[in-house]
């Protein structure tokens, strides 16, 4: 291979995280559907990943926020979940708490997975990435 990866966790709010991922782009020259992004995602659910070429970021304001910034939806992502927000809890409020009891499995297979999704990605595997990993899985997340 002998391609370099570059591997970034910005370091602004997740609401503004495309001010980061534009710098990026902007320093390295790195074309847009080269850029893998990879974030959680609520409305998966925990244990679940989703692989998509390019398109709209749904309700992720981190994934709105690189699209505005980039102009265009055209670059990979990978969605881990960690949905559904439990009932009686904000969001914002949601994403930044702990994982419970027992819930650490599902989250360690998703990163699992996500790892693996990643690594045929930039093999050029795309469809087979999607192929593998956007299945849904049968379970609920402890209330």
């Known amino acids: 291979m002998g391609e370099e990866v570059l591997l970034a966790a910005p370091q602004t709010y997740m609401n503004n995280s495309g001010a980061a991922v534009k710098w990026i782009i902007d320093e390295t020259g790195i074309k847009p559907e080269k850029l893998v992004l990879v974030y959680d995602d609520v409305d998966i659910p925990l244990g679940e990943i989703r692989i998509r070429k390019k398109g709209s970021a749904g309700t992720h304001k981190g994934g709105k926020s690189v699209i505005e910034h980039l102009q265009t939806d055209g670059f990979p992502r990978i969605r881990i979940g960690v949905g ?35 690594g045929s990605i930039l093999r050029g595997q795309m469809d087979i990435a999607m192929n593998t990993y956007n299945q849904r899985i049968r379970h609920t997340r402890a209330d």
């Open 84 to 118: 559904p927000i439990r009932s009686g809890i904000d969001a914002t409020e949601f994403v930044l708490s702990p994982f419970r009891k027992g819930e650490e499995l599902l989250l360690n297979t998703s990163l699992d997975m996500a790892q693996e999704a990643l």
